[in-house]
C-alpha cells in the first residue's frame, strides 16, 4: 500500500504533508458504501479527508466517523417525484456546498476534491479549488440523461435529455479524472462525453470487513425464512414485482418473510401492493439504516432478492447489493437485466425473466426449497473476494498517485 503524502514541487522527502482531500457529495454519508470506501481508506493511507455530505434531521452539522471530518450541510427527505422539487432542493445543496468547499480551500488547500454525482454539475463547486491548483474527480455513480429519463419519463430525444448529456460532457471537461461505476456506461461515456485515457471504471466494491458471512454464534435463532431487499425505492428498481411474486407463492412458504430496506419515492406505492396483496406481517418495510448495520442485516438473511427492470436506466444500472449478498455468503436471485448478464453468470446467481412476477416466484419457491444446496453461494463468496475493496482499491490508489503527480520516497525520514 501507498502511504498518501504530498510534497511541493522540488521539496525533498523530508517535508511531506498528508494528502489533504474532500469528497463532495448529494448523498447521506453513513449509507452511502462508495463513498464511505475511498474516504476510509485515504484515511488509513494517511491522508486527511473532509467530506460534504445531506444530513438527517437527528444528526449535528459537523461530526466525525473513523478519522474522517463529515460536514453535514442540508436535510433531505427522499421522496421527490416533481423534477422541479428535485432540482430545487439540488441546487440549494451546491450552493451551499459552494461556499463551504470554498471557505475549506482558502484554509486548507486541498490537494485533491473528489466529487460524487448526482449531479453532474456538482462539479462545479469545485471551481475555486481547482483554479487554486487542486485536481478534481467526478465520479459518476449513476449516468444521469438516462437515469431522468427513467424517473421522470423523458424520452432521449427530448431537449431535457440533450441538455443533461451536454452537462455531462461539460462536467467531464472540467475533471482530471473521471470515475464511472461500470464498463457498460465508461463505454458510453467514452462515445459521448470523455477521452478513453481519462475515465476509469470502478464498481462499487463490497468491503469485506463489513460485509462477511455470520459466526454461527451469531446466526438468528427463530424458524423464519428471510427473503431480503436492500437499497433505494425507486421504480426502476422494481420492488413492486417482487411483492407481487410473493404474494403468488407465500402459502407454499408458510414461515418466509420478505425484508425491505429503503427510502425512495415509491415508498408509498410499495406499502399499497403490500395491503392490497394481504402481505401484513409477510412483508416487513424497514427504514434505511447505516452500512454496519445493512450489513449484519444482510448477513442474516436466507436470500436475497435484487428485481430490477430491464428498462432504460434499470438495464444498465450496477446493482451493489449484489456483491454484498455473495460476500455475506448469502444466495442471491437477480433479473437478467444487460448489466448483471454482463457481470455474472447462473453459477453464482440465480436468474429471472426481467418484470416476470410468475418466473421470479418460481425461483423464491426453488430458493426456499434448496435452501440446504450452498454451492453456489461458496461460488459466488469467492467470485467478491476477488471483486472486492480488499483487492480492487489498488485503483483508486493509482488514480490518486497520477493526479497528485507524487514519487515514491522509500528512504525513512530522519525528523
Known sequence: MTDFQSTSRGASCRSRRPLRICHLAYTFYEADSRVIRYAESLVEQ??????????????????????????????RVVTEKSPWTYLAKILWFFAQASALLAFLQLRKRYDIVHVHNVPDFLIVAALVPKLMGSRVILDIHDILPELYATKFGASSD????????????????LADHVIVANDLWREKLIQRSVPAVKCTTMLNYPDLRL??????RAKRGDAK????????????????????????????????????????????????ATSQCGLHGRVKMMDLVSIDEISRVISSADVGVVPKRAEGFGNEAFSTKILEFMACGVPAIVSRTRIDDFYFDDGLVRFFTPGNEEDLAEKLVEAYGNHGDLEWARRAQKFAFHNSWHERAIGYE???????????????TTD
Open 211 to 216: 460485509f462477511r458471512p455470520l459466526a454461527e
Open 398 to 412: 493509482r488514480i490518486i498517485d497520477s493526479l497528485t503527480a507524487r514519487r515514491s520516497c522509500h528512504a525513512p
Open 158 to 173: 427530448s431537449a431535457v435529455f440533450r441538455w443533461l448529456a451536454l452537462v455531462e460532457r461539460l462536467s467531464c471537461r
Open 46 to 75: 494517511g491522508a486527511e479527508v473532509d467530506v460534504i455530505a445531506l444530513r438527517r434531521p437527528s444528526q449535528p452539522r459537523l461530526g466525525y466517523s473513523r478519522g474522517v471530518r463529515v460536514f453535514r450541510v442540508q436535510r
Open 225 to 272: 425464512f428471510i427473503f431480503l431487499y436492500p437499497g433505494s425505492l425507486n421504480y426502476h428498481q422494481g420492488v413492486d414485482i417482487a411483492i407481487k411474486a410473493f404474494a403468488i407463492v407465500k402459502d407454499r412458504m408458510p414461515n418466509a418473510e420478505f425484508h425491505i430496506y429503503g427510502e425512495g419515492p415509491a415508498r408509498l406505492e410499495l406499502e399499497r
